[in-house]
C-alpha cells in the first residue's frame, strides 16, 4: 500500500506563489511517475503536471506552463509543485497521484494512488 500526503494549500492573491508538496510512503518501489491534478467548482478534474519517475522529464498543461515546476527529491520520496502567477482560474482542489511506473501519464486512469487532495484559492 501507498500513502500520498499533501501539504497544505492556502489563499494567495493573483499574481502570487504557493508551493505544494506530496511525500509518499509505503511500497512505492524504486520507479513511479508523479502528477498533480486539480478540480475547480462545478469542473471536472484536469491534468496539471507530471514527472517522471528519475525527474527527467516532466509535462504540464498549457494553462499551467511557464508559470508551474514540478520537481521531486527521491532520496525524500517527496515531489513540490511550485506555482508562481497565480490567476483566479487556479482556485481549485489539487490532488497528487503516483502511478506505478517510470513514464508518467494525463489520464487519471494511469495512476494507482491519490492524495487527500488540497485547497488552492487565489483571489483577485
Known amino acids: 500500500q501507498v500513502q500520498l500526503v499533501e501539504s497544505r494549500g492556502g489563499l494567495v492573491q493573483a499574481e502570487g506563489s504557493l508551493r505544494l508538496s506530496c511525500a509518499a510512503s509505503?511500497?512505492?518501489?524504486?520507479?513511479?511517475?508523479m502528477g498533480w491534478f486539480r478540480q475547480a467548482p462545478g469542473k471536472e478534474r484536469e491534468f496539471v503536471a507530471a514527472?517522471?519517475?528519475?525527474?527527467?522529464?516532466?509535462l504540464y498543461a498549457d494553462s499551467v506552463k511557464g508559470r508551474f515546476t514540478l520537481s521531486r527529491d527521491n532520496t525524500k520520496n517527496t515531489a513540490w509543485l511550485q506555482m508562481n502567477s497565480l490567476k483566479p482560474e487556479d482556485t481549485a482542489v489539487y490532488y497528487c497521484a503516483l502511478r506505478l511506473a517510470p513514464l508518467y501519464s494525463v489520464y487519471e486512469k494511469s495512476y494507482d494512488y491519490w492524495g487527500q487532495g488540497t485547497q488552492v484559492t487565489v483571489s483577485s
Open positions: 514527472i517522471s519517475s528519475s525527474g527527467g522529464s516532466t
Open positions: 509505503g511500497r512505492t518501489g524504486s520507479s513511479y511517475a
